[in-house]
Antibody
Framework: QVQLQESGPGLVKPSETLSLTCSVS?????????WGWIRQSPGKGLEWIGS??????TNITSLKGRVTISIDSSKNQFSLKLTSVTAADTAVFYC????????????WGRGTLVTVSS | EIVLTQSPATLSLSPGERATLSCRAS??????LAWYQQKPGQTPRLLIY???KRATGIPARFSGSGSGTDFTLTISSLEPEDFAVYYC?????????FGQGTKLEIK
């Protein structure tokens, strides 16, 4: 059974960098699929941040310039870095899997709440 | 960016009733539309993709229809576990976007 699990700090100070990791179990992420990050905040609903293909190619959406998504096949993990965070970046962050670069997400992690506050 | 508008924002129905949820796109997304269900404190679950195809393990009471700009999610007879928030998502144009959600609550 394939499972995704997010990890990282739950509290980040304004202007700092938010770093999250998604650990995948039950499937080798170097085999196939796109691996993405989605966030959910009360003000903006569900927002797709971006995805990375198993070969390392990335697609980043509206947060372009602040977002880096990377993959570590040796650890079967992929990661999100979001720089210069503000309170508006406070959200539940989910990692998820899709079959295409602009895809439907058929498998999600449980999500992790990240609060931006001093 | 394609904007998806869901209606109504809240739908109050009783178990056993039929639910009809709407998602309208600001421009055509062909049939590249999905529906997700999210219960409180839980992860979104893919219900329908490509407008009308049920995802693995989704009960037959859930059905999707539509193409172009107008889409509908129908739940034929509501079960207690169906009361949740439902989101639509398009993957036709970059970036894939989500609707703001419809909350289906018990009347």
């Amino acid at each position: 059974q394939v499972q995704l699990q997010e990890s990282g700090p739950g509290l980040v100070k304004p202007s700092e960098t938010l770093s999250l990791t998604c650990s995948v179990s039950g499937y080798s992420i170097s085999t196939d699929y796109y691996w993405g990050w989605i966030r959910q905040s009360p003000g903006k609903g569900l927002e797709w941040i971006g995805s990375i293909y198993h070969t390392g190619g990335t697609n980043i959406t509206s947060l372009k310039g602040r977002v880096t998504i990377s993959i570590d096949s040796s650890k079967n993990q992929f990661s999100l870095k979001l720089t210069s965070v503000t309170a508006a970046d406070t959200a539940v962050f989910y990692c998820a899997r899709s079959r295409s670069s602009i895809g439907y997400f058929d498998l999600w992690g449980r999500g992790t709440l990240v609060t931006v506050s001093s | 960016e394609i904007v998806l508008t869901q209606s109504p924002a809240t739908l109050s129905l009783s178990p056993g009733e039929r639910a009809t949820l709407s998602c309208r796109a600001s421009q055509s997304v062909s049939s590249y539309l999905a529906w997700y269900q999210q219960k409180p404190g839980q992860t979104p679950r893919l219900l329908i993709y490509d407008a009308s195809k049920r995802a693995t393990g989704i009960p037959a009471r859930f059905s999707g229809s539509g193409s172009g700009t107008d889409f509908t999610l129908t739940i034929s007879s509501l079960e207690p576990e169906d009361f949740a928030v439902y989101y639509c998502q398009q993957r036709s144009n970059w970036p894939g976007t989500f609707g703001q959600g419809t909350k289906l609550e018990i009347k």
